[in-house]
Every structure is written in structure tokens, then in C-alpha cells.
T-cell receptor, first 113, second 113 residues
Framework: SAVISQKPSRDICQRGTSLTIQCQVD?????MFWYRQQPGQSLTLIAT?????????ESGFVIDKFPISRPNLTFSTLTVSNMSPEDSSIYLC??????????FGPGTRLTVL | GESVGLHLPTLSVQEGDNSIINCAYS??????FIWYKQESGKGPQFIID?????DKRQGQRVTVLLNKTVKHLSLQIAATQPGDSAVYFC????????????FGTGTKLQVIP
């Protein structure tokens, strides 16, 4: 198993600003992912964070809006850029050695005013 | 203020009874089907998975059934306990080179003491 921590746990931000969310894993993992989850709804995959190369984004998500870094096997960041109220959501990091059994962080609850 | 999400389907079960949570999936080419549990304020937690060439798999107190004919997946929880109260998501993993996991809509399980 892997323990995933995220910082910050929550934040309230102003429209037009950017927020960087950090994800730390307690062991080396092959895969890291970033998801978005509206309260009471399902998870939507934003992108796969690839070590040392550009992330793989899902349809509807672009690098300019959600730049992702993964400098090593245990750490990744997601930036939500030029935020609007529509970006208010819970952002979740997950990691694992297989696609099936992903270990999730506690999430970052973002509110954009 | 915070947006209100969609109301999840809710299943209420008496403590000690068995729970059955159902899920319909859409992609007949999915290779694996997975169940996750999400407690309030936490990230999802892997429960069990089943490969597409199987129709049943058992874990500790849980059984997953797969009916590919009607594209239906179910999670059975034996002797439901208050700690089982959570939102349960089914997910499917694609086959081939890009095996991303797509989460379905969740079901909220409420255990009545």
C-alpha cells in the first residue's frame, strides 16, 4: 500500500489567481493521477502525471489550465491556473503500481470566489 | 457559496443485513471492473476488482459479481456494519495500451444501527 498526502487540504482563492496543489507519496510508485470531484458526484480524471515528461491530459483538460509536474517517483504538483468559480471542486491525487489499485490522497477542497 | 451536487442514489440497510450495490457499465471492451469506497471527507479506497473473464470474485466480507451479458456489476457486503457507511463507486479499466480507470456514479450506503 501507499500513503498519499496532499497540501493544502483546502483553500479559498480569488478569481484570476492560481493555486498549486502538492501530492507526496510515501513510497516509489509507477503511476500518479490527478482527479476532480464535485461534491456529491463522481471522479473525473484530469491527467496522468508522468515522471520527467509532460503529463497525459484527458479530453476537456489542457496543460495551460492545469499544468502538472512530476520531478520524481514520489511527488507531483497540479496547478489550477487563472481560476474561476467553475473551478471550485475537490482535487484528488492518486498513486499506485497498477491502474486498478490506486491509493488516493484526502483531497484538496478548492473554493474560488 | 459551495455548489450543491447531484443527489446520489441511497441504499439504507439494517446493521447485520447483507447489502447489494449495483452498477451498470457502458464499455464492453473494459478489461477490469473495480469497486471503491469513499468515506465522507476522504479519498476513495480500493475494495476489490474483477477481471472481465471472471463472473465472481470474493474478498473479505465482499463479493463482486459481473454479468457481461447485461453489462451489470454488483458488490455484495455481508453482515453490513456501521463502518461500511460510505459512497461506493464502480469503475472500469480500459484495455489495450492506455488503461485509464473511469469512475461511474456512486451509491450512498447508509447503515442503520
Amino acid at each position: 500500500s501507499a500513503v498519499i498526502s496532499q497540501k493544502p487540504s483546502r483553500d479559498i482563492c480569488q478569481r484570476g489567481t492560481s493555486l498549486t496543489i502538492q501530492c507526496q507519496v510515501d513510497s516509489q510508485v509507477t503511476m500518479m493521477f490527478w482527479y476532480r470531484q464535485q461534491p456529491g458526484q463522481s471522479l473525473t480524471l484530469i491527467a496522468t502525471a508522468n515522471q520527467g515528461s509532460e503529463a497525459t491530459y484527458e479530453s476537456g483538460f489542457v496543460i495551460d489550465k492545469f499544468p502538472i509536474s512530476r520531478p520524481n517517483l514520489t511527488f507531483s504538483t497540479l496547478t489550477v491556473s487563472n481560476m474561476s468559480p467553475e473551478d471550485s471542486s475537490i482535487y484528488l491525487c492518486s498513486a499506485g503500481v497498477s491502474y486498478n489499485e490506486q491509493f488516493f490522497g484526502p483531497g484538496t477542497r478548492l473554493t474560488v470566489l | 457559496g459551495e455548489s450543491v451536487g447531484l443527489h446520489l442514489p441511497t441504499l439504507s440497510v439494517q446493521e447485520g443485513d447483507n447489502s447489494i450495490i449495483n452498477c451498470a457499465y457502458s464499455n464492453s471492451a473494459s478489461d477490469y471492473f473495480i469497486w471503491y469506497k469513499q468515506e465522507s471527507g476522504k479519498g476513495p479506497q480500493f475494495i476489490i476488482d474483477i477481471r472481465s473473464n471472471m463472473d465472481k470474485r470474493q474478498g473479505q466480507r465482499v463479493t463482486v459479481l459481473l454479468n457481461k451479458t447485461v453489462k451489470h456489476l454488483s458488490l455484495q457486503i455481508a453482515a453490513t456494519q456501521p463502518g461500511d457507511s460510505a459512497v461506493y463507486f464502480c469503475a472500469e479499466r480500459g484495455s489495450g495500451g492506455y488503461q485509464k480507470v473511469t469512475f461511474g456514479t456512486g451509491t450512498k450506503l447508509q447503515v442503520i444501527p
